[in-house]
Structures are given as structure tokens and as C-alpha cells.
């Protein structure tokens, strides 16, 4: 089976982001996604570690260096998270590389809008799916350190049985973070289709908040970072809240007793 290029990570424009298996205490597991993010340039939320399951999950469809789609799981108080490199397949003979990135604050299965250019992951992101998911077993989070995940997704575009399985990890070398790739796959049900039926999915552009494209949220977003411009620049323009436009003032009605008096005037001049 072909392996995905060296620096997938890379690829995709998220820099940084195979490092370790994170499974953190409450405390740290946002750690990395802070590290990552400066909050005074970014509107994704900052976010905290959650209390309680819903077992959420939302894919958002990311335009950043390459185009993919996140794929987040609500477990243990934030997101799970991959970054997916191509539409989800709905056969179950393809299999979809899934990048694991870093755990991200369950505030963030809202957030749709730009993240600046020149940031972590810049570019356009668009809530693509939403819904609910279980573990087929009752221990997600064993599942997960042992690299083999299936479950369960109600979602507005996937739905059925899914399942998540770890790669082996590439040699580490001193000074490098090892990163950890997985496989997305569509197992055999109701759902599932073969051959071209497979990728109805890349059908759905549209946002499922929002009914906008990747475009139309690109062009709506008042959030913009200006490679062209200083740090200062930007973070004013940031922050600056947009004008409003004027209203022209309504024409000035003339008084009634004026009119009287001019049509009063022209009548004697034709006498």
C-alpha cells in the first residue's frame, strides 16, 4: 500500500501537528493547541477542557495549504482530532488518510470563518458535519491507544459504521516528534456504497450552519491578515470595528405657507 509523503502534515498546512499520542491529563490536553495559536490574531476560540461526554463530532472542510476536511471527536472533555486529506469515502475498499493533530476545545464544533493567513492552519473553514457518535466497544479511549477505533456516526452527511486504524509509526529520529497516521474507512452496512457511489460526498460543498460555500465564507469574514502589512497594522485593523455607512438626510419639505405665497404671486404677475 503507498504511503502518504513524508510531511503529510506539512502538506496539508498544519505545521507541527503529528507529534505525541495525546492522551494528556485534563490540564495539558489543550497545551499544544494553545502553543499553536495567538488568540489576539485568531477568531477560533480559545477554549477549555469540557465536563461530561455528548459524544459530539463535527468535520470541518479546511482550506488551508491543501484542502481537507477535520474530523473531531468528542471524548474525555475536548475534541479528537484528524485531519482527513480527502473527501470520506463511502466504499469500504477505500481507505482515506487521517492525520492525527492535536486535541482541540470542544468550542470549537462551532466555529466557522478565516483564520488569518500566516497562522496555524490559515485559510477557510467551513462547519461541513455535525452530529453524534458511538464507540462500537465500551472502551473508546483503549481503542484509541491501541490504534484500532470503530464507531458509530449520526450525522447530517455520515452516518453508520466507521473505524479508525493507526499505521506503523515512521522511525523516529533524535530531535523529531513522530507522527502518528491513521486510516478513515467506511465499514460494510446500510450506508456503505461501492465503486463511483462511493464518493457522494464530494457532492456536498455547502456548509451545514451556514448553506454558504468555502468561497462565500472566505468573502464574508471581516477577519483579514495583510502579509503586506506590519504586525501593528493588522492587529488594529483586527479589532476595528467596521463603519457604518451614513444615511443621507431626507430632502427638507418647503412650508406649506411658502408655496401659497409663490403660486399667489405668479397668478398676479399674469394679470
Keep these: 500500500m ?16 503529528g507529534g505525541r499520542r495525546f492522551v494528556a491529563p485534563a490540564m495539558a490536553k489543550l497545551s499544544t493547541y494553545h502553543q499553536k495559536r495567538d488568540f489576539g490574531l485568531t477568531r477560533e476560540p ?39 486529506t480527502k473527501t470520506p469515502s463511502l466504499d469500504p475498499a477505500v481507505k482515506r488518510l487521517a492525520v492525527e493533530v492535536e486535541d482541540h476545545p470542544i468550542e470549537y464544533g462551532t466555529f466557522e470563518g478565516t483564520i488569518p493567513e500566516g497562522q496555524y492552519g490559515g485559510g477557510t473553514v467551513q462547519l461541513w458535519d455535525r452530529g453524534t457518535w458511538r464507540s462500537q466497544t465500551d472502551t473508546p479511549e483503549r481503542d484509541l491507544e491501541k490504534g484500532h477505533l470503530k464507531f458509530v456516526m449520526d450525522g447530517e452527511r455520515m452516518k453508520g459504521k466507521w473505524a479508525l486504524i493507526r499505521m506503523r509509526d515512521d522511525k523516529h529520529r533524535p530531535g523529531t516528534r513522530v507522527r502518528h497516521n491513521w486510516l478513515l474507512i467506511k465499514e460494510i452496512d446500510d450506508e456503505a456504497a461501492r465503486g463511483s457511489k462511493g464518493d457522494a460526498l464530494q457532492k456536498a460543498v455547502t456548509s451545514v450552519k451556514s448553506g454558504r460555500t468555502l468561497d462565500e465564507i472566505a468573502d464574508r469574514s471581516r477577519k483579514v491578515w495583510n502579509s503586506n502589512r506590519s504586525v501593528k497594522e493588522n492587529v488594529k485593523a483586527l479589532k476595528r470595528k467596521p463603519a457604518k455607512k451614513k444615511k443621507k438626510a431626507p430632502a427638507k419639505k418647503k412650508p406649506a405657507k411658502k408655496k401659497k405665497a409663490k403660486k399667489a404671486a405668479a397668478k398676479r404677475k399674469r394679470k
Design 2 to 17: 503507498a504511503r502518504w509523503p513524508k510531511k503529510a502534515a506539512e502538506t496539508l498546512g498544519l505545521r507541527n501537528c
Design 46 to 84: 480559545r477554549g477549555a477542557v469540557g465536563k461530561g461526554d455528548k459524544h459530539r463530532f463535527v468535520i470541518q472542510r479546511h482550506a488551508a495549504t491543501r484542502l481537507h476536511y477535520d474530523l473531531r471527536l468528542e471524548l474525555g472533555g475536548v475534541y479528537k482530532s484528524w485531519a482527513v
